[in-house]
């Protein structure tokens, strides 16, 4: 069973950091590009940044771009979200997902695999 287990949410102040993790079980994790999503309230799930199994490739949401850093760790079979200058609009569930490709346009439906989610509130 594959299982994607997301962590490291939590309530921060606007400016703050956070660092998010996924782990992953289940599945070959060097096999696949990994994402994150988020969703706000009322709002469609959207990409936030995706690596491709090698770590050779990563796009970011527009939104995101120089404040967020996506990694992964394939000895860890762990993905990370860092997440710096933190804004009220970054508040969302976010979420981790197993798929094929990481392109600059993240669609939900090219992954396979999806975690729970980790709340992120960002007050201002």
């Known amino acids: 069973e594959v299982q994607l287990v997301e962590s490291g949410g939590g309530s921060v102040q606007a400016g703050g950091s956070l660092r998010l993790s996924c782990a992953a079980s289940?599945?070959?994790?060097?096999?696949?590009?990994m994402g994150w999503f988020r969703q706000a309230p009322g709002k469609e799930r959207e990409g936030v940044a995706c690596?491709?199994?090698?770590?050779?490739?990563?796009r970011f949401a527009t939104s995101v771009k120089g404040r967020f850093t996506i990694s992964r760790d394939n000895a860890k079979n762990t993905l990370y979200l860092q997440m710096n200058s933190l804004k009220p609009e970054d508040t969302a569930m976010y979420y981790c997902?197993?798929?094929?490709?990481?392109?600059?346009?993240?669609?939900?439906?090219?992954?396979?695999?999806w975690g729970q989610g980790t709340q992120v509130t960002v007050s201002s």
């Open positions: 289940g599945l070959t994790f060097d096999d696949y590009t």
């Open positions: 690596i491709t199994w090698s770590g050779g490739v990563t």
């Open positions: 997902a197993a798929g094929a490709y990481c392109r600059a346009t993240m669609r939900k439906e090219g992954y396979n695999y």
